[in-house]
């Protein structure tokens, strides 16, 4: 890694003429910018993309081009063009302007022209592929030297020179994964700049069924799951029934038909559409009736005591796949289904209609050895027998990224995005990124890379972050995510994947993020502070973003620890109440900094977790020594 570091900052630092023998001149000190030459009826992302690009070479090089609209009239001699046109043909007679795959970009450049362009896919006036936009931030990025490393102006890198100096090239390309979602997608700047936001597959296959009980409970209340009280109702969820976890009564000839009657009116209502779910609502509230769990297969895995549902799922969605294609014939129409909490395990005995697609809910890459191994079996199995497979996991919800902490696990995300590359998967959507830029940006961003080409060389992406971002101090704060890696791998082999385990988990942080390893950890950061002190300003802010990161998570530790005490002696311990009001407070301010851009804790998540006696500030009870211990945690059966 040191070499490789080594010789990006050389070449960073290097004379561009130096770096290329082009004859293609962008820019220069005195050359004018080359035009970016746009359709005259290109879509509107395509010229988005395009005034984009201008922005960035007036940024590199402190001239902007013009963005011309329509074929140049006389032609210019020199151009970069943003989206086919026919006046491509002729300036570049062996490039291949046809695209046979979704999402296909091709960059291609002369001595004379660069060609910017992808497949544009629009129907029905919606623009469903977005080739050329997603070109051009692989242009920008490649080509030009610009990186994202996390949102905003600290975190984008741009290159300064006076001279923009390229090869003659070709450069194809189409991502295998044409589904591509870490959520929250905000700022949609970084998240379009990634090639997050403009993808080609429309996947849903979320909880499908929210709005049943509103609307039909009342005249089909035969639709719903049968409780194991005897009644068809929501659960109880903290207390009191959800409607929108309710679940159904597969079994019911009934239900099949009115999902399928809502999909046809869905699927004429939008031309677009190619997918509809079928999943059941989240939580626990299975059907319990005689026919439904007949429909279930004995030698499913027992899970909370019973087989898997897996056979029971698989059976419902295959009813409403054929009739999908008996009432839509010859229209792409696809069922979008979860396999997730009581029927994640692959079926035993039903196979698949071939119009349905999978959303496989796990846990790798952050997840233990052992998990990771058993999921990665089941997306095999599952992948054997769905046309279209997408990896949807819940990775920051178990090994405390919502606390802020360091959830980084780069070797795993560089082997497992791969492997889901080589056995089928179409698509990625992760739930849900904490927005911790300061303590798992790294991890962020490594996702970012290998969900548009899964196929890059993780270590030369990482050296690249490491040596663009931290200039003199990459290999310390290398070794510095190196430390917290370690850590975090011995958290994930001690964690459950199970949303009702988060107490618990609060154990663990404290025996595993120790005083020995935050200190080993903060010996590579100070090396970083050290070698940034007196250089690049930039480079010292961002060691410095990095640092606010690590000093919350220290905080948090201290809080997870001193208020430990505060719960074992029932709030008597006066000083350590104390002690847990200074320690929320100076990490409270961390979280204020870059507008909470390095580090944050979810207030949804501690609330859902029962994590405020762990957490937050002491409260009332413990004040007045009267606190009896943390709340139960509310039934989470069934929940993944």
Sequence with gaps: MKATLTLLSALLLAPLAALHAADFVLVAKDTPPAPIVVPKDAPPGTREAAMTLADYLGKICGKKPAVMNGEPSPMPDRAIWVGFQPALRPLFPKADFEFQHPEETLIVGTDRHVAITGRDRITDGKQLEHGTSNAVFTFIEKDLGVRWLWPGALGTEIPMREQIAIAPFERRFHPPFRFRRLWPRSPAEWYRAQRLLDHSLRFEAGHGFTDWWEKYHEQHPDYFALRSDGTRTPENWGGAPKAEAVKLCESNPAVAEQWLSNAVQAFQVDPTRVMLSASPNDGAGFCYCDKCRAMDHPDGPPIFGHPALTDRMVKFWNVLARGLGERLPGREAWVGAYAYSAYRTPPVAQKLEPNIAVGYVGHFPLAGEETRRAEREQWLAWSRQAKAMVYRPNLFHYSGGFLGLPCVALRKTAEDFRFLAEHGCIGIEVDTLPQCWGTQGVQYYLMAQLAYDPMQDAGALLSDYYSRGFGAAAMDVAAYFAELEKAHDAVLERIKHSSGWAREATQVYLDVYTKEVLTRAETHLLAAEAKVAAGDAVHRQRVEFIRTGFDATKLQIEILRTMKQVRTTGGKDAAAIRHADELC??????????????????????????????????????RQGTYKGPDTAPDMKGRD
């Design 585 to 622: 407070q100076a990490r409270d301010a961390l979280y204020k900094r870059y507008n909470g851009l390095a580090c944050r804790s979810a207030p949804w998540y501690i609330e859902g977790r029962r994590l405020a006696d762990y957490v937050s500030p002491p409260n009332a009870a413990m």
